[in-house]
């Protein structure tokens, strides 16, 4: 197992909780500058997120950051990524998105005091959907991943993979170095706009139960239980979009054994 590879999905997957947990507290905390600032800011700071993170670790791992993804390029048998390394990219990613979440708390622990709204501070770690309905937010949760893991299969040539060894790029780099990567972020913005309504568009296991491990651990004041009972929902619908997509880019033959 390739510890470079392990370290960039822990880190990566910390600074892209930071920055996408960090705009959702910007805006719905108490007091910060980014106060009311709305779902466009919150959708924008999201592909953002998404993008710098991608950005800056794809070379070392791959930049899966998210296990859905993970599991997709294994199932697809993308590049030289094996079953084998699965589960230590999925610990990595657990480890580095609670990083994060504690990192968003403590960056924004006094405006988190000064907020009365319990649900207001659970949704700075986790997802939840608008309309308690778990047959539907599974079905979203599994389309918006598929959204998400199809078109980066498309966006990329298999031929012209990055030969990263035992790692396999799961980013469009379109010869343009960093810049290559803007798609995947544009693509995270995209779903959040027209398909983020419903349930938060977790579409990353991740990204939702290492923070909500975080909410539920941390001394957070005046906080609410942490919606297990939904918790399971982020989970398994991304799980199932990625399984879907990884098949479907097979059918297209744009994944190559």
């Not at 995270?188 to 938060?200: C, E, N, P, R």
Request: hydrophobic residues 50%.
């Amino acid at each position: 197992m390739d510890i470079k590879a392990l370290a960039a999905e822990f880190v990566g997957t910390a600074i892209l909780i930071l920055l996408g947990n960090g705009v959702v507290a910007n805006v719905v905390l108490k007091q910060t500058k980014g106060n009311g600032g709305g779902p466009i800011v919150i959708t924008f700071g999201w592909g953002m997120a998404v993008f710098v993170g991608v950005f800056c670790f794809a070379k070392f791992s791959g930049a899966h950051l998210n296990p859905a993804v993970t599991i997709a390029i294994a199932l697809a048998h993308r590049g030289n990524f094996t079953w084998a390394m699965v589960p230590g990219y999925i610990i990595a990613q657990m480890l580095g998105a609670m990083l994060g979440a504690a990192t968003v708390y403590l960056f924004y622990k006094p405006y988190f005091n000064v907020t009365d709204d319990a649900d207001s501070k659970l949704g700075c770690f986790c997802t939840a959907p608008g309309i308690r309905d778990m047959g539907n937010a599974l079905f979203c949760e599994v389309v918006g991943t598929f959204v998400l893991i199809m078109p980066i299969f498309l966006m990329v040539d298999p031929s012209l993979s990055l030969d990263l060894g035992a790692k396999s790029a799961q980013v469009p780099q379109l010869g343009l170095g960093a810049i290559g990567s803007l798609p995947t972020g544009l693509l995270v913005f995209a779903i959040g706009l027209s398909l983020g309504g419903t349930t938060g568009y977790a579409i990353n296991p991740a990204r939702d139960l290492g923070p909500r491990i975080m909410h539920a651990l941390l001394p957070i004041r005046g906080k609410r239980d942490s919606d297990w009972g939904y918790a399971w929902v982020p989970v398994v619908g991304p799980i199932i979009g990625a399984v879907l997509a990884a098949l479907a880019a097979q059918a297209f033959n744009t994944v190559h054994p």
